[in-house]
C-alpha cells in the first residue's frame, strides 16, 4: 500500500487541521482531524487529538482492532478534555481514522471529516456525516442545490470536545478491499470537489490517474476554484 498526504490553508489565517500517517507490519493508520473553536484552540484540538489518538494506538496492540480503533478515540478525546480544562479554554475537533491491511479497512469517525472510497469509476462515502448536512440534502431538488445543502448543513451534531461522545461510527464489520482501491481521508474543505454528488469529470479525472500524488492533485483542483473563503483542507489518501 502506499500512503500519501497534503495540506492547504486556505483562505484562513490558521491552518487548524492535523493529520498523521503510520506504517505498521500488519497495514497502515491515517488519521485526520479539522479543529475547530479559534485559531489557537482548533488548531491545538486537532494537534492532540491526532497525536494522541497515534500513542494510543500503538501501545493497545494488544486490543482486538475494533476495541483497539475505539480506545484511541477515547484516549484522544480525554487528552482535549484534560489540555482545555487546564487552559480554561472550550474547542473541539472532528477525527476520522482508518486503518487498511490485511485485505480490510475499518474505520472510526466523529464529526463531518469524511472517509470516501474510489473504486471502479465510483466514489463512495464510508463513513458517516455528524452535521446537519443530511437535513438540508432532503430540500435538494425541491429548490435547493446540492451546493446550498452542503454549506448549509455545517453544523456539527458531534465532535471531540472532551464531553461524552454521542455519535460514533465505529463498525464492527471490517470492509473488504480490492486491488486498485483508493482510500481517501479529507476535512470538509475538499467537498466540493470530493462530494459524491458534486463530483465533476474533473473529479473523476483526478482520481482516475495513478501518477503523481493524488492529495496533491485534488488540492490543486481546490485552489483552481477561486473560492474567497476556502477553508483549511487536508486531504490523505491511500493506495491498495
Known amino acids: 500500500m502506499i500512503a500519501k498526504a497534503a495540506q492547504w490553508i486556505g483562505m484562513r489565517r490558521k491552518q487548524e487541521d492535523a ?17 475547530m473553536g479559534g485559531h489557537h484552540d482548533g488548531a491545538l484540538a486537532s494537534t492532540l487529538a491526532t497525536e494522541e489518538y497515534v500513542k494510543s494506538f500503538e501501545r493497545n496492540d494488544d486490543l482486538p482492532m475494533v476495541q483497539r480503533m475505539r480506545h484511541a478515540l477515547d484516549d484522544a478525546n480525554d487528552a482535549v478534555r484534560k489540555s482545555f480544562e487546564s487552559r480554561g ?79 460514533v461510527d465505529a463498525p464492527t464489520i471490517p470492509y473488504p478491499l480490492l486491488p486498485e482501491d483508493r482510500i481517501v481521508l ?6 466540493e470537489i470530493l462530494a459524491p454528488e458534486l463530483l465533476t469529470n474533473v473529479g473523476r479525472n483526478i482520481l482516475n490517474n495513478r501518477e503523481g500524488s493524488l492529495p496533491v492533485a485534488l488540492i490543486e483542483a481546490c485552489q483552481a476554484l477561486g473560492d474567497p473563503y476556502a477553508d483549511n483542507t487536508t486531504i490523505v489518501s491511500i493506495d491498495v
Not at 19 to 35: H, N
Not at 141 to 148: H, K, N, Y
Not at 186 to 191: F, L, P, R, V, Y
Open 19 to 35: 493529520y498523521a500517517v503510520k506504517f505498521f507490519r500488519a497495514g497502515v493508520l491515517a488519521v485526520v482531524c479539522d479543529g
Open 186 to 191: 479529507t476535512t470538509d474543505g475538499s467537498e
Open 89 to 167: 479554554v472550550y474547542g473541539g475537533t472532528t477525527l476520522v481514522a482508518a486503518f487498511a491491511g490485511s485485505g480490510v479497512l475499518r474505520w472510526v469517525s466523529v464529526g463531518d471529516s469524511a472517509l470516501y472510497l474510489w473504486r471502479r469509476g465510483r466514489l463512495i462515502r464510508l463513513n458517516q456525516d455528524h452535521s446537519y448536512r443530511d437535513v438540508y440534502r432532503a430540500y435538494i431538488g425541491a429548490g435547493m442545490t446540492a451546493q446550498e445543502a452542503l454549506r448549509r448543513g455545517h453544523v456539527l451534531r458531534c465532535a471531540i470536545t472532551g464531553e461524552s461522545l454521542d455519535l
